[in-house]
């Protein structure tokens, strides 16, 4: 998940060394958990028992800015995936516990895992019986079929990457007014069944049905993004209103029963509010004082001396898998011209960037698109000054011939950021260093809230942006195909993916054999995606800088800390009664 409105921590030194030696009480899977109560989950990954003397009570969120759209189909954040786990269900969902169960996918508004048959090319599904949506109609086929079809339609960000291979995608991708899936996607009310046909085994489509992008939302839905208005889901919680100004509030679906505690499971606040708008200095202050619960922004660097030591049993650290990186518009001058986009990874001091986010106890360096452990991740360096596998420091002599080469010199770049600490700071680094190379560099930060679809729209000719990944899914694909494959750029789109504009039709063909292959052999696949991964890196669209760890601070009444590795801490799981 990108997921912009993204999630940082400015450390540096000390106050990075005392944060995480304080918060040492590690789960063991994925974070460190110091709240002193939790229900947490089962040694076999089970969810544990729903403990009704801890539901009750309202939880406080406090986010610097809101993320866009609250349409599932459409908002590709972290900050809103996070709450679109209590909110919608799809056919499938990722198991609701901590730690390295998390990545298992279980059946949701299915009643059990698909029918899987035709050699993976065909899915069936029988829904489960009594579902209601937030608004009282009954789940049926007919809304599981006009959900996907919805997806292309409205373009969701997915479409052409996760959902193309459906029966009928080519042509909704085309033209996407008035989709359907007739052959692609069969409900049988009578049978109270949907059928999924693809046109080839997709080892990783029960990953991709797991996601917000499938959410089964009713039929009739508006046939374009739904922005501020709220949809309604089938899960535990509803969105009672919600102004990207002001706050997001979600209650109870007076209609939700439990019908599964692994992909939908009972919340305990009866009500979870998101205020937006605070400055993140009092953020900080207001979960201190116990008016607030949680803090999704990067905690300013003065305070987290304090946070790390008075407040240690209050934090918790997670490793994620993630990407801090850099687009460069393949299509705008002057990064329309290879060798000004490779001046720039060997320009850029990975090491300063990791300084700037909060040291290396928070951050490792990186020079690939696959992060280290990843599947299909292989240790190989194209833009590190003297060779090797790994990044070691940057080549401004290199670069600043490349730059000369390329005959780019004198030309003016703008540099898109996020307008908060974390991103302003690498973004005046990056300014500073273009200015350097020779460029006219310009800073443009942008509020959280609309920084990520500016980017992504070709109209607004964005030339060099900082940005963030953080994974959809446990595999490769996840992140070339999704990120640079031709199938994720959508011109004029709030919702293209592929920031930077990357269409190389030989890394297509790559990427599509690394897809075919993971049907009969996913070792020879990852294997694949690495070489992937490296032709991408010698064409340069993009800049990896480093692989993130995640902060949460916490209030003192907040109990049952859970962190999913897909989708980070479980809100709804959270007591604060």
Same mark, same amino acid.
């Given at each position: 998940?990108?997921?912009?409105?993204?999630?940082?921590?400015?450390?540096?030194?000390?106050?990075?060394?005392?944060?995480?030696?304080?918060? +040492?009480?590690?789960?063991?899977?994925?974070?460190?958990?110091?709240?002193?109560?939790?229900?947490?989950?089962?040694? !076999?990954?089970?969810?544990?028992?729903?403990?009704?003397?801890?539901?009750?009570?309202?939880?406080?969120?406090?986010?610097?800015?809101?993320?866009?759209?609250?349409?599932?189909?459409?908002?590709?954040? $972290?900050?809103?995936?996070?709450?679109?786990?209590?909110?919608?269900?799809?056919?499938?969902?990722?198991? #609701?516990?901590?730690?390295?169960?998390?990545?298992?996918?279980?059946?949701?508004?299915?009643?059990?895992?698909?029918?899987?048959?035709?050699?993976?090319?065909?899915?069936?599904?029988?829904?489960?019986?009594?579902?209601?949506?937030?608004?009282?109609?009954?789940?049926?086929?007919?809304?599981?079929?006009? !959900?996907?079809?919805?997806?292309?339609?409205?373009?969701?960000?997915?479409?052409?990457?996760?959902?193309?291979?459906?029966?009928?995608?080519?042509? +909704?991708?085309?033209?996407?007014?008035?989709?359907?899936?007739?052959?692609?996607?069969?409900?049988?009310?009578?049978?109270?069944?949907?059928?999924?046909?693809?046109?080839?085994?997709? *080892?990783?489509?029960?990953?991709?049905?797991?996601?917000?992008?499938?959410?089964?939302?009713?039929?009739?839905?508006?046939?374009?993004?739904?922005?501020?208005?709220?949809?309604?889901?089938?899960?535990?919680?509803?969105?009672?209103?919600?102004?990207?100004?002001?706050?997001? #509030?979600?209650?109870?679906?007076?209609?939700?029963?439990?019908?599964?505690?692994?992909?939908?499971?009972?919340?305990?606040? /009866?009500?979870?509010?998101?205020?937006?708008?605070?400055?993140?200095?009092?953020?900080?202050?207001?979960?201190?004082?116990?008016?607030?619960?949680?803090?999704?922004?990067?905690?300013?660097?003065?305070?987290?001396?304090?946070?790390?030591? #008075?407040?240690?049993?209050?934090?918790?650290?997670?490793?994620?898998? %993630?990407?801090?990186?850099?687009?460069?518009?393949?299509?705008?001058?002057?990064?329309?011209?290879?060798?000004?986009?490779?001046?720039?990874?060997?320009?850029?001091?990975?090491?300063?960037?990791?300084?700037?986010?909060?040291?290396?106890?928070?951050?490792?360096?990186?020079?690939?698109?696959?992060? *280290?452990?990843?599947?299909?991740?292989?240790?190989? +360096?194209?833009?590190?000054?003297?060779?090797?596998?790994?990044?070691?420091?940057?080549?401004?002599?290199?670069?600043? %011939?490349?730059?000369?080469?390329?005959?780019?010199?004198?030309?003016?770049?703008?540099?898109?950021?996020?307008?908060?600490?974390?991103?302003?700071?690498?973004?005046?680094?990056?300014?500073?260093?273009?200015?350097?190379?020779?460029?006219?560099?310009?800073?443009?930060?942008?509020?959280?809230?609309?920084?990520?679809?500016?980017?992504?729209?070709?109209?607004?000719?964005?030339?060099? %942006?900082?940005?963030?990944?953080?994974?959809?899914?446990?595999?490769?694909?996840?992140?070339?195909?999704?990120?640079?494959?031709?199938?994720?750029?959508?011109?004029?789109?709030?919702?293209?993916?592929?920031?930077?504009?990357? +269409?190389?039709?030989?890394?297509?063909?790559?990427?599509?054999?690394?897809?075919?292959?993971?049907?009969?052999?996913?070792?020879?696949?990852? @294997?694949?995606?690495?070489?992937? /991964?490296?032709?991408?890196?010698? #064409?340069?669209?993009?800049?990896?800088?480093? @692989?993130?760890? $995640?902060?949460?601070?916490?209030?003192?009444?907040?109990?049952?800390?859970?962190?999913?590795?897909?989708?980070?801490?479980?809100?709804?799981?959270?007591?604060?009664?």
């Amino acid at each position: 998940m990108p997921r912009s409105a993204t999630r940082t921590v400015l450390v540096t030194g000390t106050a990075a060394l005392a944060l995480l030696a304080t918060a +040492c009480s590690s789960s063991g899977d994925g974070g460190t958990a110091n709240s002193t109560s939790t229900a947490s989950t089962s040694a !076999s990954g089970a969810p544990a028992a729903y403990q009704s003397a801890h539901k009750g009570g309202t939880l406080h969120l406090v986010a610097k800015s809101a993320a866009g759209s609250l349409d599932p189909q459409v908002n590709y954040t $972290l900050q809103y995936w996070q709450l679109y786990q209590g909110m919608y269900d799809g056919l499938l969902a990722f198991k #609701k516990v901590g730690g390295q169960a998390s990545f298992t996918v279980v059946p949701d508004l299915a009643e059990s895992m698909p029918k899987v048959t035709n050699g993976g090319k065909t899915y069936t599904f029988t829904l489960r019986k009594g579902i209601k949506f937030s608004n009282g109609k009954a789940l049926t086929t007919d809304d599981v079929v006009a !959900s996907f079809e919805r997806v292309f339609t409205i373009s969701s960000p997915t479409a052409g990457s996760f959902y193309n291979g459906i029966v009928g995608a080519d042509a +909704c991708l085309k033209k996407p007014a008035g989709c359907t899936l007739p052959k692609g996607v069969v409900g049988d009310a009578a049978a109270n069944t949907v059928t999924i046909n693809l046109t080839a085994a997709d *080892p990783e489509f029960p990953y991709k049905l797991a996601v917000p992008h499938a959410s089964i939302v009713p039929k009739g839905s508006p046939a374009k993004d739904a922005g501020t208005r709220p949809l309604p889901g089938t899960g535990a919680y509803k969105a009672a209103s919600y102004d990207p100004n002001k706050a997001l #509030k979600l209650v109870r679906n007076p209609y939700f029963k439990e019908w599964s505690r692994e992909a939908q499971p009972q919340g305990y606040p /009866d009500e979870i509010d998101e205020t937006f708008g605070l400055t993140v200095e009092a953020e900080v202050t207001a979960v201190e004082n116990g008016q607030a619960d949680w803090v999704f922004d990067a905690p300013p660097a003065d305070r987290l001396n304090e946070i790390g030591t #008075k407040y240690a049993s209050q934090v918790h650290v997670s490793p994620l898998t %993630a990407m801090w990186y850099l687009t460069l518009n393949v299509n705008q001058a002057p990064f329309n011209n290879l060798k000004a986009r490779q001046a720039i990874n060997w320009a850029v001091d990975r090491s300063a960037a990791v300084r700037l986010y909060g040291g290396t106890n928070l951050a490792q360096p990186v020079c690939t698109v696959l992060p *280290p452990g990843f599947p299909g991740h292989t240790d190989t +360096c194209d833009y590190t000054k003297g060779g090797g596998t790994t990044w070691k420091a940057p080549d401004l002599a290199k670069a600043k %011939a490349l730059v000369k080469a390329s005959g780019t010199a004198g030309q003016e770049v703008g540099i898109v950021v996020q307008d908060d600490e974390v991103n302003k700071s690498i973004g005046e680094y990056l300014q500073s260093l273009l200015t350097q190379l020779g460029y006219k560099a310009t800073l443009k930060p942008l509020s959280a809230n609309i920084q990520f679809t500016y980017i992504q729209n070709t109209k607004n000719k964005v030339q060099l %942006a900082l940005t963030s990944w953080y994974q959809d899914y446990p595999a490769a694909s996840d992140f070339l195909n999704v990120l640079l494959s031709c199938g994720s750029f959508h011109a004029g789109s709030d919702s293209s993916i592929n920031i930077a504009g990357f +269409c190389d039709k030989t890394v297509d063909a790559q990427m599509q054999d690394a897809l075919a292959t993971e049907r009969t052999d996913m070792t020879a696949a990852n @294997t694949k995606w690495g070489a992937v /991964d490296q032709a991408v890196m010698a #064409k340069s669209p993009l800049v990896p800088l480093f @692989t993130p760890k $995640l902060v949460d601070f916490t209030s003192t009444r907040v109990g049952n800390y859970q962190f999913s590795k897909q989708f980070y801490m479980i809100v709804d799981q959270l007591w604060v009664k």
